[in-house]
Structures are given as structure tokens and as C-alpha cells.
């Protein structure tokens, strides 16, 4: 009998993504942020590795390039910390500042915060996922030259 | 910024010269040279048309901290021998280098790294003489430390350069952690780091006698200075050029350096300027009879260049407006000394005064370049040497005759072995060898020419060397710098000196073996033996430690823990206690808290007595999801959300670690597990109580009201209603890029350590 857990998984995974990719943006106005948007899409790729299989997973590009991902959210955190200061500011000076007004519409707000949070978002999702495939990939080393 | 011009300059050489040898291999030796030239142009161009003056540039205002330069006549003497020492060297090395590559069996193309780590030597030494502040006097003094390492440890395949280098890095790094030290207690008691402002305030209220010491140590070590002498002897393993850099002109010239910077600290503590004299006379001792009898023509050197510095010592102990002066006249003596024997062997292919002889007929230019070196180094007339040992006379004079005598004995001894050197070299029975190239040689001739410049036309050194005794004494100079014909005691001493030195060459076979054999003896209880047992010592305390720490997994946990806990426990011991730990009401609206909490408390609980590592993981992500659960009854649906998604994340992905771990193993672990310790127990014990009280303490304390409405506010303002977003981003921002930097760290860590197994399958 073939299970209907693989197509499903499959399925969730761009609804996940999304999910993701609104709990970063609207991380600044209410419930979310940078740190679970990773997590969360983290765990959307899990499924995939636990359900179709290493190979299958590693299908997707965002998958196999987790590890200098997480390089990129570290340049946008350190980038968004300490760019303001070659203009004079403070570290960690966000832009719009406090009494500026604000671009957007709705729940999303342009701030600089959001690349901060976006850089959050990278690494977190780049250590799960990274971790993820070195697991998969030591187990699945581990069968084929096993006893 | 007029001041930066030269050090920016300087900076720039290495990386023109490594872009140029990217090119040409060649190239980077003459865009280097050419490079050093230009900002030595620079430096004397600014101090001629505009004097001394000083740069501030603010750092971190707020704790006082700014970059300071200054340029005045200290910092422009040493710069301009760096400078111009710095670029004869590089050109010495195109020729050297080659042949020296090629004999270690490495491509030539290794030069440009050579060259520019020589560069790069220069830059941290001048912007070491050109800063104006203590902690950027600590930085600029590590990093000539760290280059020294890299250019004395350049062969790399030799096991004898690597442990030179080793051993210079330890001796010099430890002893400017100790300068570091001093200058610390300077800054704190002083209130600022900036050099004026210390000297200003010492003034009224005089530096403390140990941060002194602490100063003088750290200059004593760079200074290769009685103890801390035997690294120098060692680092001769490098290439010729880096010894003819490093130990005449520039790295131990900085000790010396560091001291007349820091002179007017010094001058009130007599005790400590006591104390330096006499490490200063015993230097000169040391290293004279070293020289007398060492064998190879480096070795030499490197103990005339101990004892040359014992002389500069004494000069700054006495506060002789000399001191400056003979760092100056003595540095391009050594250096072209150096470049000499550098020369020797690479044409001869011998290290070792007892291996050559006669060369004077084979390379009769280099033999008259030397001899002018020789006769500077061992200050004969008519060279600017004479004047060094005239500046150290006069010095001594006004302090009797005992001080007259030991001068008198330690420049006799530098002739007789800078004599001993030369007739070694280029005297005695013909040997025939062939040519040396002539870029090898005009270095050496280009150095010659400066020091019977010098001598010829004392008036150009006055300025200079009044410039820096005036920068060093804070006060004007009077220094006069001449040859004067009558029977004043300068003279006579000098004059005692060449007898006393002509007749210890002309007798040396006579007291060679036996100076050689006492000094061997003395060897065996010297500072050098020292240091290897107290090195010896530490490793086995370390080893001792580690084993105990890795004995087993319980064991490592517990060495993180227990300390951490103890510390706990000591920050809440010295606290006062009043109102520390407070029971808060609780009402029916909190039942559901608390049996989350209770849920949390039941699994952590289980988790003692569980059986099975995936059994002992979900308890614990039942601990973490109820602890979720409180969150959310607590309305902090920010914090509920990533709490389960990190639960979910971390019990997933330890199941999965869980298989990748031996079966036996975890079984092994298990029934350990069961039959804890009595240590196990206590360390756990510590480690939770400490948890415990310190939490109680904090939430004691909490000003949930203030804190939360004020937070809030301020997130609103900050365009961020979102409050643990805002604390994230916003007010907290700079801890959250510390903790996602340790983030990626482990990502690396997971990254290299799991791809590394599985290479070694």
C-alpha cells in the first residue's frame, strides 16, 4: 500500500515556506520574527529529509546552499549592526529612527529591522538545515557500509 | 593628519610589494624599497618644514580612549632607522633570498611572502615609535611580537627555526602581557591612556613602583635584555636579512625605545632605574664574554647586540640625553655587520669563524665596508661610533670611578671581539671564493658611508640626537657632539678602551679555552634553564588538569558546571541580601501556571529514573513544551511560538544524533547513569543550587510594572509594536549579533566535525 504521507509532505512545503516568510514579515507588528521564521522553515525541510529521503530533499537549492546561507544571514546581521556607523551613528542604529516616518502599508513595515530579522531567519534556518543533512548523511553512510 | 602620512606610507609598502611580486617576483623587493624610501622622504620632509606636533584621533570618547600620534624627536629618529635600515634590508634580501630559498628547496617565488612580512615589520615598528598612547604602544609592541614570529620562524621545515621562533614569540609575548599589565595600572590609576596626560599627572602624584616594574620588564624582554637574554642567541636561526633587521635596528631596539618613551615615568623611581642599571652592566658583561668566545659569526652578533643594548640600558637608567644617540650610532653598525656575514655565507656556504678565513683578497670591497662597521661598532674615531661610546663616557664619569671602570672594561671587550670578527673573517691565510653579487655587497657600503658620514660631520647627528633627547627628558638638550684634542676624561677612557681591547685580541689565544669553559659551565645553571623548567613544570600542571577534566563525560560536564555554580554562589554570597529572596502571593488565576509548572517539574523529575536515551529525550521535550505551555497561559505568544518550535526542532534532531551514536556506547552510558557518584551527586548538587537561587534571586527583584509599561513605550516609538521583537532588534541588538555569530560558529563546528568523520571512514 502506498502511504499518503510523501505527497503530502511534499505538498506542505511551500505552504510552510510561506508561513515562514509571514512570520518574518510580520515579526516587527505582532507574533513572529526572524528566529522562528527559521526554525520554522527548518523544520519544513526535516519533513522532506524524514519523509522522501536525503536525495529528494536536496532537490531544492535553498537546501543544498543552507551552509553559506547562513553565511549571507550573518553578513546582513553584522551589516545591519554596523553600516549605520560608517554614517556616524551608533551600532545598531535602525532606520526609519524613533520619530521618522514610516513606509508601508498593513501589517509590513519597511525597517531595517526586517533585514536584521531576515539575516536571523537565514542562520537559523542554515544551522537546522545544515545539521539536518549531516545527520542524514552520516546515517545514511553509516547503512550502506554497515554489516 | 600630516602626522599619519609616513606610517600610512609605511603601511602601504607591503601590500604594494606583494601586488608587485604577484607581477614579478623581483618586483616586490624595489617597490618595497622604493615604498620605505618614500615615507623615510616623507618623515623628514614633515619634521623639517613643520616640527613636532601631535595627532588626536577620538576612539571610544566616552572611557577616555583615543588614538593618539605624535611625531617629535624620538619617534622621528627610530622611524627614520626603521625606515632606512627597513629598505637596505629588502634590497639585501633580493639578492640573498634566491639562494637561500633554493638551498631549503622552496620556490623562489617565496620571496614576495618574505619581503612582505620584512615590510610589514617596518609598518608595525614605525607605528610603534610614532604612537603616543599606552594601549596603542601594547598593540603596535604585539604585533611587531606576532611579525617577528612569522620572519624568525620563515623556514619553516627547520625544527631549529620554528623552536627559535617559538621561543622568542613566549619570551616576547609574555613579557609585553606584563608591560600590558603596567600600562593597565598606569591607565587606572592616571585615569587615561594618552602618554602627555600620564606624564602630566605623574608629575604630582608619581607612577607606582609595580607598574613600573611591569613596564621595564615588558622593554626588557623586546630589549633581549639579562634575563630574558636567550631568545636572541636562538633566533639567529633565521635568514640573515630578518637577524640584520630585527636585532640591530628595529625589534630590539624597541625595549630600549619603549623605555626613553616612558623616561619621565621613570626618572623619579631611582629604585627602578637602580635596578636597570645594574640588569644594564650585566648585560654588557654577559654578552661581551659570550662574544669573545661564540664560534659562528651570528652568534657573535646576537650576543654583541645583548650587550650593545646593556649600554642603551645603562644610558636610560643613568637619564643620560645620550641614550637616543646610541641606539642610532649602534644600529646601522650592526646592521651592516650582519648583512656582512650574510654575504660570507652565502658565497662560502660556512657559518663558522673557525670554518673561514682570508676572505679580504676574494671580496676586498666587502672587507673594507665591514672594517669601517667594525670600527664603528667598536667606536673608533673618525666613525659616528665614536660618539656613542663618548655620550656613554660622559655618562659615567660624573658617577665615579667604579662606574668609569666597568665602561672602561665593556668597550674594551667590544673591540677586542668586534676585532676577534673581523681578522676572523677576512684576516689570516688566503682562502679564495668567489665573487659575492653586488647587491649583497652595496648595502653593506651604502651602511658604511652613513657611519663615516657621521663621523666625519658630527653636526649632523646634534639635531637629531638633541631632537630625542629632548623628546625623551622633556627638557631642552644640551648635548654637543665633537672631537676634542686634550686629556679630558672622556678620551683618557676611550683611549684605556682600545689598549685594554688591543691587547685582550692580541693575547686571545691565551684565555679563549678557559672563558670558554667557564661560560659553558655558567650555561648550566643560567636563565635559559630556567625557563625550560618552569616550562616543563606548567606542561605537566596542564596535563595533570586535562586528564582529570576528560576523564569521562560525567567528569567534563561537571567541570563546566561546578565552577559556573560556585560562581553563582560567590556573586550572591558578596551581594547584599536584604529582600533577596521573596515568596509572592498566588491567586486562582494562576492554577493553570502552576500546573504547567507542574507538568515541566514532573518530567524533570522522570528524567532521573528513565531507562533508554529517545525515552530520556522526550522528557525532556516535555519539559520544554510545558514550559512553552506557561508561556502561552503567561500571554507571550511571541516567546510560546519559538519555544515549541525550538522543542520540536532539538528533540527531533537529538533523536536523530542519537542514531548516529555506537550502540554499545549509549548502553555503557546508561547503566553509568544509574549508579551516580558521590561526586556526581555533589556536583550536581552545586551546580542546581546555584541555578536555583540565583533565578529566585533575579525574579525577586523584578520590576515587572516599570520595566514592562516603560518597554512598551519605547517599542512604539521604535517602530516596532512588537515588544520581544523590538527587545531583540532594537534594544538589545548587539547581544543578538553576539549569539548569532555563536550560532554560525556551530554551524561551522557541526559542519567540520561531522564532515571530518566521515573523510577518516
Same mark, same amino acid.
Given at each position: 500500500m502506498r502511504s499518503f504521507v510523501p505527497p503530502l509532505s511534499r505538498l506542505l512545503l511551500w505552504p510552510s515556506l510561506i508561513i515562514a516568510l509571514a512570520l518574518w514579515l510580520k515579526g516587527g507588528a505582532s507574533v513572529g520574527g526572524g528566529f522562528p521564521a527559521g526554525a520554522f522553515a527548518g523544520l519544513a525541510v526535516l519533513l522532506q529529509y524524514v519523509t522522501v529521503g536525503r536525495d529528494q530533499a536536496r532537490r531544492y537549492v535553498a537546501v543544498r546552499y543552507a551552509a553559506p546561507l547562513a553565511g549571507v544571514g550573518l553578513l546582513l546581521v553584522v551589516g545591519t549592526a554596523f553600516m549605520p556607523v560608517l554614517a556616524?551613528?551608533?551600532?545598531?542604529s535602525l532606520f526609519p529612527r524613533p520619530g521618522q516616518p514610516e513606509l508601508g502599508a498593513g501589517g509590513l513595515h519597511l525597517h531595517t529591522a526586517l533585514i536584521f530579522e531576515g539575516g536571523l531567519m537565514l542562520i537559523v534556518f542554515g544551522l537546522v538545515v545544515t545539521v539536518i543533512d549531516r545527520f542524514a548523511l552520516r546515517t545514511g553512510t553509516e547503512e550502506e557500509s554497515g554489516p | 593628519m600630516p602626522i599619519l602620512l609616513p606610517i600610512l606610507l609605511a603601511l602601504a609598502c607591503a601590500p604594494l610589494a606583494y601586488v608587485a611580486g604577484r607581477w614579478r617576483t623581483g618586483a616586490a623587493a624595489w617597490t618595497g624599497a622604493l615604498g620605505a624610501l618614500v615615507a623615510l622622504g616623507a618623515l623628514v620632509h614633515e619634521w623639517t618644514t613643520q616640527g613636532p606636533s601631535r595627532l588626536v584621533l577620538p576612539w571610544a570618547p566616552t572611557w577616555g580612549l583615543s588614538l593618539e600620534f605624535t611625531r617629535d624627536g624620538l619617534s622621528g629618529l627610530y622611524a627614520a632607522l626603521a625606515l632606512g635600515v627597513g629598505a637596505l634590508v629588502v634590497l639585501y634580501s633580493r639578492a640573498y633570498m634566491p639562494h637561500h630559498l633554493a638551498e631549503e628547496g622552496r @620556490?623562489?617565488?617565496d620571496e614576495v611572502r618574505f619581503q612582505g612580512l620584512i615590510l610589514a615589520f617596518m609598518a608595525a615598528m614605525v607605528l610603534l615609535v610614532t604612537v603616543d598612547d599606552l594601549l596603542l604602544l601594547f598593540v603596535a609592541l604585539d604585533l611587531t611580537t606576532i611579525i617577528s614570529y612569522l620572519l624568525i620562524g620563515f =623556514?619553516?621545515?627547520d625544527p631549529e627555526s620554528r623552536a627559535a621562533a617559538l621561543l622568542s614569540l613566549v619570551l616576547t609575548g609574555a613579557t609585553s602581557v606584563v608591560f600590558f599589565a603596567g600600562a593597565m595600572t598606569l591607565g587606572l590609576q592616571y585615569? /587615561?591612556?594618552s602618554l602627555p596626560l600620564v606624564i602630566e599627572r605623574a608629575a604630582h602624584d608619581p607612577a607606582s613602583t609595580g607598574a613600573l616594574v611591569c613596564l621595564a620588564v615588558g622593554a626588557l624582554g623586546k630589549s633581549a635584555q #639579562? @634575563?630574558?637574554?636567550?631568545w636572541l642567541p636562538r633566533a639567529m636561526a633565521a635568514p640573515t636579512p630578518v637577524s640584520s633587521y630585527l636585532h640591530s635596528a628595529a625589534m630590539v631596539a624597541a625595549g630600549v625605545f619603549l623605555l626613553q618613551r616612558l623616561y619621565p615615568l621613570f626618572a623619579p623611581a631611582t629604585e627602578v632605574r637602580d635596578g636597570l642599571l645594574a640588569i644594564g652592566f650585566l648585560s654588557m658583561g654577559m654578552g661581551s664574554l659570550m662574544a669573545l668566545v661564540a664560534d659562528p659569526f651570528k652568534r657573535v652578533l646576537a650576543y654583541s647586540t645583548i650587550a650593545q643594548y646593556g649600554y642603551a640600558l645603562v644610558l636610560v637608567a643613568l637619564g643620560s640625553e645620550g641614550a637616543p644617540l646610541y641606539v642610532a650610532a649602534h644600529a646601522p653598525c650592526k646592521a651592516a655587520l650582519f648583512l656582512t656575514v650574510g654575504a660570507i655565507t652565502q658565497v662560502t656556504g660556512k657559518k663558522k669563524? !673557525?670554518? #673561514? !678565513?682570508?676572505l679580504r683578497h676574494s671580496l676586498p670591497v666587502l672587507a673594507g665596508a665591514s672594517a669601517i662597521a667594525a670600527a664603528g661598532l667598536s667606536a673608533v @674615531?673618525? /666613525?659616528?661610533g665614536f660618539f656613542k661610546d663618548e655620550v656613554f663616557f660622559a655618562a659615567l664619569v660624573p658617577k665615579g670611578p667604579a662606574f668609569m671602570a666597568a665602561g672602561l672594561v665593556g668597550a674594551g671587550m667590544t673591540l677586542a671581539y668586534t676585532l676577534r670578527l673581523w681578522w676572523g673573517l677576512f684576516g689570516g691565510p688566503r682562502q679564495d671564493v668567489p665573487a659575492a653579487p653586488r647587491l649583497l655587497v652595496a648595502p653593506v657600503v651604502v651602511l658604511a658611508g652613513l657611519i663615516l658620514l657621521g663621523g666625519l660631520v658630527p653636526g649632523l647627528l646634534v639635531e637629531p640626537a638633541r631632537a630625542a633627547a629632548e623628546a625623551m627628558r622633556g627638557e631642552p638638550s644640551t648635548l654637543e657632539l665633537a672631537y676634542h684634542f686634550d686629556a679630558r676624561p672622556e678620551n683618557l677612557l676611550a683611549v684605556g678602551a682600545w689598549v685594554l681591547g688591543a691587547l685582550l685580541f692580541a693575547t686571545r689565544h691565551a684565555w679563549t679555552p678557559a672563558l670558554s669553559r667557564v661560560l659553558e659551565a655558567a650555561s648550566r645553571v643560567g636563565a635559559e634553564r630556567g625557563y625550560r623548567l618552569l616550562l616543563h613544570q606548567l606542561d605537566r600542571l596542564s596535563t595533570w588538569l586535562h586528564e582529570k577534566e576528560v576523564r569521562d563525560l560525567r567528569d567534563r560536564v561537571a567541570s563546566v558546571l561546578v565552577p559556573t555554580g560556585l560562581l553563582g554562589l560567590a556573586v550572591l554570597g558578596v551581594? @547584599?541580601?536584604? =529582600?533577596r529572596f521573596k515568596v509572592g502571593p498566588v491567586g486562582w488565576a494562576d492554577v493553570t501556571l502552576v500546573m504547567a509548572l507542574a507538568f515541566a517539574s514532573a518530567a524533570a523529575l522522570a528524567t532521573l529514573r528513565a531507562k533508554g536515551h529517545l525515552r530520556l529525550v522526550l522528557l525532556i521535550s516535555c519539559v520544554g513544551f510545558s514550559l512553552a505551555m506557561v508561556f502561552a497561559f503567561a500571554a507571550a505568544p511571541d516567546v510560546a511560538l519559538t519555544s515549541v518550535l525550538v522543542e520540536t526542532t532539538f528533540t527531533l534532531l537529538f533523536a536523530g544524533l542519537l542514531a548516529l551514536l555506537p550502540e554499545d556506547r549509549l548502553r555503557r552510558a546508561q547503566e553509568e547513569a544509574q549508579k551516580p557518584r558521590g561526586r556526581d551527586r555533589l556536583a550536581a548538587g552545586v551546580a542546581g543550587a546555584s541555578a536555583f537561587l540565583l533565578s529566585w534571586s533575579a525574579l525577586s527583584h523584578l520590576h515587572a510594572d516599570r520595566v514592562g509599561t516603560r518597554t512598551v513605550e519605547l517599542a512604539e516609538i521604535a517602530h516596532s509594536p512588537n515588544v520581544v521583537a523590538a527587545v531583540l532588534t532594537d534594544f538589545r541588538g548587539l547581544d543578538t549579533v553576539g549569539e548569532m555569530s555563536v550560532v554560525v560558529a556551530a554551524l561551522l563546528g557541526v559542519t567540520s566535525l561531522l564532515g571530518l568523520k566521515k573523510g577518516r571512514r
Open positions: 556616524g551613528y551608533a551600532p545598531m | @620556490p623562489a617565488r =623556514d619553516r621545515e585615569g /587615561t591612556f #639579562v @634575563p630574558f637574554h636567550f669563524l !673557525s670554518e #673561514v !678565513s682570508g @674615531p673618525l /666613525t659616528e551581594t @547584599p541580601l536584604r =529582600d
